[in-house]
């Protein structure tokens, strides 16, 4: 009985608790209709739901529950049960909440008081679409910002260029994660991401100092609120294939062009007409090293959930892209994990915590790109179409089958060969994690402290076997394996305190100051040694050869760090007049003992027109803002121990010891490299001027106008001959960018309708003004094949512009070469013959030489734009984003001139070979003394404009009661970079630097970006 009596009660409780639940419903709306996506929130719990489309909810509560009702812009409203079944609640417009709040360093603020030049893109953007990378979603959003892939091999780096180029050096801007300074953003999955701020003025990104001369990308990731919890799950699997192939000489036609060619430098015909007329199409080496049909799969699994005091995120993913070329040798696997949580500690909340843990491994496999040597696509492009993929009547076994050419040598192999014994992979980890306390000590004045750590691990492997691709060409000698690990590190820790201070109703200030202290290290070691016991790829480990002879090096290495002092104050009266004023100081052991700390201010101001009292009528008018900056930040990025004097043993051949029995001769060393104690950041003032304009509460505008100049570039100096050294580094170079911004923004809801649209165009224009070398430039990248450096550095002119030589088209006789004489009659190129080109005498002295170069063309644009537009109805989405640039010139060298044997593009059957045939394109020739094809010249140029559209999604989403667990799915069609439109002849019109500013817009062979159709499918839990 005793033990009857508690189950009975307990049977009675339980009915009671049932019996007291019910279920409430309703619609959400405010003065102009029904509110989708409205929170609904059952108050202390983790309970609740979302409006659908028509605004209703439906929710399961108890008679003594509170229901919370929120949404973004609007004044949240708390309403009891008391026994209600429906309950209709109206929002009212909140002013503060609606306007948008923007990201800026170490804070938030609304954008009525922004008076730098920021710009944001929304996670809301991005999610949806194919994009694979969070850097890649920034091409064609905003003005002013420039984004360049150096590949479209899977896993290829990205180059953001913000407000031109403003360095000679690294010009990658730094990236903050969630308050986390990162090395890059690649490990990013971009349905994480929440938002994205670009500071492009110094007045926004000199509180970041030193660090913040190429710009700031201030990136938010999605932390859950509104006391609602969520499962969400991405999939999506597509196919990769080139956009388009060039277009090449055949069989038939390249024996036709080598004839010709033969018979031009006096030598008899390789080829007889039966032997031609024998020849079809031949080999299509582009097709053989295509990967068609390449495939992309992602999967994204993520989860949210908060309360009034706590908050969780837990997000993974994974991504798997083969490229399309070098099948299984060139791929990318990407897994991440993402944790984040936010706790509000004792009472009222005063102590908030978080911490945010993301760790990435990486899988990846490359082949050589923007390559004159051992490209895949230069090899395609000039190996000859008479050679067969394979050759069954190879004896040698190194050639393991593979046709061997007899026309082109050096480093023009077959090029499914070269992919075939090429084998090198590489894995990499990385931790990247925050921890974070903030705390309330009263209303205004607040504290927080930081600390961050950013470390990657890799690991790449390489095995090389034992073959041959030509007679000069492979690895004859031994088998053998090579092994690198690296760890590279940054620990960062922040503090700072912030008080905000409203007097008398109109006045506002706010005052933020603080400090933090960076350090980098970095630890590698790397090995390589012959002899496999086991002669393949999955053996190729260091242990299991068995040659006692090794080569080794490794250790720690270029160790760095900062420390950073910062403060910020604002001044708003009554939301009209607003005043900015940053100051930070950076100590870096990256600069010369003289400047190890330097200065960054700026100063700026806002005026909104809107709100002054003459203004108050204009009800169309929603915001009109004026601002006006003034900054100066650094680039701290210039490498480390450059300040310091090097010492060489290297060529120096000066022995020193006893030479009797006991003792042996040894080399001894000496300084090569002068020391610069001066050596410092580089520096860039910047001045904006800016009007933002919002109207017919749809429509929105931006301008703004910016002088950027930028000096104390790094350069070799200029010093004494007598010194007997060579030149120190020094900061003793300038370039100045100018230019404006536009952007327009459309954004309206037309019943269940809502269509967005935003376009942008920006012009810079880029020159430097001064270079402190002994020759007054710096000599640029070189070309495989052709004479001297094709790029420069030089005062007045675009930073790596283009030099070589102007063309003044085609000697058509022997006439016009025996005419062409300089001012004083002397015969200018006397070796010339019918078909070669004529070459501008910039001097004036008669001969052909280095002095008659000229500036060809700028490798950057003067143009930037995009256009996006997106509309949702009914269910149905359809996006579509798109980027493009014009002015611009591309430095097309993708045939090895120097090997006249190598096949030509299809437009070399349009060459001179005639009186009047051609007055562009030369003849063509084994013996080439008039170096038509071996000059950098403008025959080489070719105009880099280009209109893309990056990405078209056309997705129907489904919202399902909340009965089923399922609150929507949502399926989707997707084509990345569907279509380019540009008279560019090569593969891909965007053209990166390949890790060198100077190197810009040369195309080697650039590896393609591919065209991918997806389809996948989101579903919300």
């Not at 001369?213 to 609602?228: A, D």
């Not at 919002?694 to 910016?706: E, I, K, P, Q, V």
Request: net charge negative; charged share 20%.
């Amino acid at each position: 009985m005793r033990k009857i009596i508690p189950l009975i009660l307990m049977v009675l409780l339980t009915a009671n608790q049932i019996y007291a639940q019910q279920n409430v419903s309703g619609t959400v709306s405010d003065s102009q209709g029904p509110l989708p996506g409205a929170g609904v929130l059952v108050k202390g719990t983790s309970a609740g739901t979302m409006t659908d489309e028509e605004g209703r909810y439906s929710i399961s509560v108890s008679s003594k529950d509170v229901l919370v009702f929120t949404m973004l812009g609007y004044a949240v409203k708390e309403i009891p049960v008391v026994g209600r079944s429906i309950i209709d609640v109206v929002l009212e417009p909140d002013s503060e909440a609606l306007e948008e709040l923007v990201v800026i360093g170490y804070g938030v603020t609304r954008k009525s008081l922004v008076t730098g030049s920021i710009s944001s893109v929304k996670g809301s953007d991005l999610e949806w679409t194919g994009i694979m990378r969070a850097d890649d979603a920034l091409a064609g959003k905003t003005a002013g910002v420039q984004v360049v892939s150096n590949s479209g091999q899977p896993g290829a780096d990205i180059q953001v260029y913000v407000r031109g180029i403003g360095t000679n050096g690294t010009s990658t801007p730094i990236y903050i994660v969630d308050g986390m300074p990162v090395s890059g953003i690649e490990y990013l999955n971009p349905s994480d991401i929440e938002s994205m701020e670009i500071l492009k003025d110094a007045a926004s990104s000199a509180i970041y100092g030193a660090r913040g001369g190429n710009g700031v990308i201030i990136i938010t990731t999605k932390h859950s609120s509104g006391g609602t919890s969520s499962v969400d799950y991405d999939f999506s699997y597509g196919i990769q294939n080139i956009q388009r192939k060039i277009d090449v000489l055949n069989a038939n036609e390249y024996t036709i062009i080598q004839n010709e060619a033969a018979v031009n430098s006096g030598s008899q015909p390789m080829f007889s007409e039966d032997q031609i007329a024998s020849f079809n199409q031949g080999t299509d080496w582009q097709e053989a090293i295509l990967n068609r049909n390449a495939a992309v799969m992602r999967h994204n699994l993520r989860f949210s959930a908060s309360t009034d005091k706590s908050s969780f995120n837990a997000s993974a993913s994974y991504l798997d892209q083969d490229g399309i070329v070098a099948k299984g040798k060139s791929n990318f696997k990407r897994y991440t994990v993402n944790l984040s949580a936010d706790h509000k500690l004792l009472p009222g909340g005063v102590l908030k915590v978080g911490e945010n843990v993301v760790v990435t491994h990486v899988k990846k496999q490359s082949v050589s790109q923007n390559s004159s040597t051992g490209g895949p696509f230069l090899g395609a492009l000039n190996m000859d179409p008479l050679t067969p993929v394979y050759d069954q009547y190879q004896t040698d076994e190194l050639y393991n089958g593979f046709g061997v050419s007899k026309y082109v040598s050096q480093e023009v192999v077959n090029p499914v060969a070269r992919i075939h014994f090429s084998h090198g992979k590489s894995n990499y980890t990385t931790l990247k994690g925050n921890v974070y306390a903030e705390l309330t000590i009263i209303k205004e004045i607040k504290l927080k402290g930081s600390a961050n750590v950013d470390v990657t691990w890799n690991d790449s492997f390489g095995y090389s076997p034992m073959y041959k691709l030509n007679s000069t060409t492979g690895n004859t000698t031994a088998n053998g394996a090579s092994q690198s690990y690296a760890k590279t590190s940054r620990m960062n820790y922040e503090g700072y305190a912030s008080w905000d201070h409203q007097f008398s109703g109109k006045h506002n200030l706010s005052l933020m100051a603080g400090g933090s202290y960076l350090e980098r290290n970095y630890l590698s070691l790397s090995a390589s040694r012959n002899d496999l016991r086991i002669d393949d790829e999955d053996h190729a480990f260091i242990s299991m050869a068995t040659n006692a002879m090794a080569s080794a090096s490794g250790g720690p290495g270029n160790p760095s760090s900062l420390v950073s002092f910062f403060a910020r104050g604002n001044y708003s009266f009554d939301n009209r007049y607003i005043v900015t004023a940053t100051i930070r100081r950076d100590g870096s052991s990256r600069f010369g003992q003289n400047n190890r700390f330097g200065w960054f201010p700026s100063f700026s101001a806002g005026w909104n027109i809107s709100n002054e009292s003459f203004l108050q009528d204009a009800v169309w008018l929603n915001s009109l803002k004026l601002r006006a900056s003034w900054g100066r930040n650094g680039n701290e990025n210039i490498g480390d121990f450059a300040y310091m004097s090097t010492i060489s043993a290297y060529g120096l051949s000066y022995p020193f010891g006893s030479q009797d029995s006991n003792n042996s001769l040894t080399v001894g060393g000496a300084p090569t490299t002068l020391a610069n104690p001066d050596l410092k950041w580089e520096t860039s003032e910047q001045t904006d001027l800016g009007v933002d304009l919002r109207a017919l509460d749809c429509l929105g505008f931006s301008f703004d106008w910016y002088r950027k100049n930028t000096k104390d570039l790094l350069v070799r100096t200029s010093i004494p001959i007598f010194l007997g050294n060579n030149a120190p580094m020094g900061n003793a170079g300038n370039v100045l960018n100018t230019g404006v911004e536009f952007s327009v923004d459309f954004r309206r809801q037309f019943g269940k309708v809502f269509i967005s649209a935003d376009a942008n165009i920006a012009y810079n224009k880029n020159r430097v003004t001064y270079v402190g070398t002994d020759v007054g430039y710096v000599t640029g990248a070189t070309v495989q094949g052709l004479t001297g450096a094709v790029t420069r550095m030089e005062e007045g002119h675009a930073m790596s512009y283009f030099w070589g030589y102007k063309t003044l088209g085609i000697f058509q006789n022997q006439s016009e070469i025996d005419n062409w004489v300089n001012s004083e009659g002397k015969q200018i190129q006397p070796d010339a013959r019918p078909g070669d080109f004529r070459y501008q005498d910039t001097n004036d002295d008669g001969v052909i030489d280095d002095s008659d170069r000229v500036d060809l063309g700028n490798p950057f644009p003067d143009v930037t734009f995009g256009f996006n537009f997106n509309i949702e109805a009914y269910g149905f989405d359809l996006s579509v984003s798109t980027s493009g640039q014009a002015g611009n010139e591309i430095f097309s060298v993708l045939r090895r001139a120097d090997l006249p044997m190598s096949n030509y593009g299809a437009w070399i059957l349009n060459r001179w070979h005639g009186e009047g045939t051609s007055n562009s394109i030369p003849r063509v020739t084994w013996t080439d003394t008039n170096l038509n094809w071996t000059r950098p010249s403008d025959f080489y140029l070719q105009k880099g404009d280009f209109w893309r559209i990056r990405n078209i999604t056309l997705g129907y989403t489904v919202r399902i009661p909340e009965k089923y667990y399922i609150r929507k799915i949502r399926a989707f069609a997707s084509v990345d970079n569907a279509f380019v439109f540009t008279k560019y002849k090569g593969y891909d019109p965007e053209i990166g630097n390949g890790g060198s500013i100077l190197s810009s817009g040369i195309d080697r062979g650039v590896y393609p970006r591919p065209r991918t159709v997806s389809f996948g499918v989101n579903v919300s839990f």
